[in-house]
């Protein structure tokens, strides 16, 4: 089974509005990390927010925010006021809190997001 | 100052040669990973070493070795290319183990001709 799922392969969004990607995992581990990287054409990875599974709160970053619902195991990247740069691919990753797996990022397959004028 | 740095950018080989990638973090951290990006952007772990000592070792075929000289750095080796080795290829790291944020190097494109 797939551990990070990402439904979207992409998405559109007008400049200046809200967009949300979608992410689901899948654990057994009662600890884990959930994140979101973003890659632009240029190809680095950029990280973008974190949100432990024992964070009661949603994290947020800027305009980045992480909703976080345990019972559905989902995390979905919420970007407020969108921006032309912000036009990139989008991955979902979890690392497990297990010893033998410890570090170890699983990424989703990503959403292409474009935002336009 | 470049956090995570890899050299080369890009390396365009043929087949059955032998290449390197070094990655260098001087961010003091304890541990550093591999990363492979396939031609469908799927990124997967490689190798993960801690204070120089290798902790995951992904299924990845032999003709890939990790070495790791000193905290700061991860070389890849690879033997005997094939044209399935062509992807980009990333180093990243992170504080510990554990640690919330993975930091990635730029990357480097292989091609495998």
């Known amino acids: 089974a797939q551990k990070i799922t990402q439904t979207q392969p992409g998405m559109f969004v007008q400049e200046k509005e809200a967009v949300t990607l979608d992410c689901t995992y899948d654990t057994s581990d009662p600890s884990y990390g959930l994140f979101w990287y973003k890659q632009p054409s240029s190809g680095e990875m950029i990280f973008l927010i974190y949100?432990?599974?024992?964070?009661?709160q949603n994290a947020t970053e800027g305009r980045y925010s992480l909703n976080f619902q345990k019972a559905r195991k989902s995390a979905n990247l919420v970007i407020s006021a969108s921006q032309l740069g912000d036009s990139a691919m989008y991955f979902c990753a979890m690392r497990e809190g297990r010893g033998s797996t410890l570090g170890r990022l699983y990424f989703g397959r990503g959403t292409q997001l474009t935002v336009w004028p | 100052d470049t956090a995570v740095s890899q050299t080369p950018k890009y390396l365009v080989t043929q087949m059955g040669n032998d290449k390197s990638i070094k990655c260098e973090q001087n961010?003091?951290?304890?541990?550093m990973y591999w990363y492979k990006q396939d031609s469908k952007k799927f990124l997967k772990i490689m190798f993960s070493?801690?204070?120089?000592?290798?902790?995951i070792n992904e299924t990845v075929p032999n003709r890939f070795s990790p070495k790791s000289p000193d905290k700061a750095h991860l070389n890849l080796h690879i033997n005997s290319l094939e044209l399935g080795d062509s992807a980009v290829y990333f180093c990243?790291?992170?504080?510990?183990?554990?640690?919330?944020?993975?930091?990635f190097g730029p990357g480097t494109r292989l091609l495998v001709l």
């Open positions: 070493y801690n204070n120089k000592e290798l902790i």
């Open positions: 990243a790291s992170s504080q510990f183990l554990a640690s919330e944020t993975q930091y």
């Open positions: 961010l003091g951290h304890d541990t």
């Open positions: 949100q432990g599974s024992y964070d009661q």
